[in-house]
């Protein structure tokens, strides 16, 4: 059975672990890389950790037993709080196509609605068709918002946007 817990200083090296894995398997779904996360010392880790265990930011793993199967992280808009940033959202290729997405995002859904946000908002590269229409799936509708991908300036992200009241 897949547990959702909550990223906290105690799985710090867990955290890092599924991140990192995230990266390698899917680069060009995140803002950062595998290059740059790979040079994070352990107390930019432990940072990472209690800024998504607070009030302003929520991070959950999904774990299958002892393995790290999915992340996903949220951030309340610093200067409207009423928006929160779905962010770092990833599941192991073993474990697509099991709902693990849909808890992650219910999670951090239902977090978000708790603290006062009317929409969950997100960015998508243009090359993720399989992201964007479990997106869509859920709710989503791209807000025709977009910005170049600042990784690799050929893809372009795709904002989308979710109502949560």
Known sequence: MIMLDPITVQNV???????????QDTP???????ERELQLTDADWLER????????GIGFLAMDGSVGCGIAGSLLDEDDRTRAQLISMWTAPT????????????????????RGADLLQL??????????MFY???GFARTGRTEPYPNDPRLI?????????
């Open 13 to 23: 090296p867990l955290f890092r672990e599924v991140r990192l894995r995230a990266l």
């Open 28 to 34: 060009s779904a995140f803002g950062s890389t595998y």
């Open 49 to 56: 950790a209690l800024s998504w265990n607070g009030e302003r």
């Open 95 to 114: 474990h697509r196509q099991q709902g693990i997405g849909r808890l992650l995002v219910n999670e951090i859904a239902g977090w978000a609605r708790l």
């Open 123 to 132: 960015m998508v590269t243009s090359s993720n068709d399989a992201a964007r």
């Open 136 to 138: 869509q799936r859920l």
């Open 157 to 165: 992200e795709y904002e989308m946007s979710r109502v949560l009241r």
